[in-house]
């Protein structure tokens, strides 16, 4: 059961836009997505971050899936510029072509 203090303080929602894109800019990309439901504010803040981190070491169906999900990250950034793109694969095989031009 949740209890929550009357009159407190909401520090995440306080945060400026460019210290909320830090933060997520610090862990995975996966993980950066799915923070969209924590909050209406937090809905798009993920398509700002300036460094991208795909792990294929996450349970995706297949290499589709995964190539799918990047595609759609790059799709939707909204970074004017990505300082760090990683890929992890642990698979053998790599993605042969992307979908989207830069």
Not at 15 to 28: G, Q, R
Not at 81 to 99: D, I, L, P, T, Y
């Amino acid at each position: 059961m949740s209890y929550r203090i009357k009159n407190e303080e909401d520090r995440l929602s306080s945060l400026p836009e460019e210290v909320v894109s830090h933060i997520l800019s610090l862990m995975p990309t996966k993980f950066a997505v799915r923070t969209s439901i924590l909050s209406w504010r937090w809905r798009y803040s993920w398509m700002s971050v300036t460094n991208l981190d795909f792990d294929d070491g996450h349970p995706y169906h297949d290499l589709n899936c995964f190539t799918k999900f990047v595609d759609r990250v790059l799709e939707l950034q909204k970074s004017p510029q990505v300082k760090v793109f990683h890929r992890m694969c642990f698979s053998e095989m790599w993605v042969k072509k992307s979908n989207v031009s830069m």
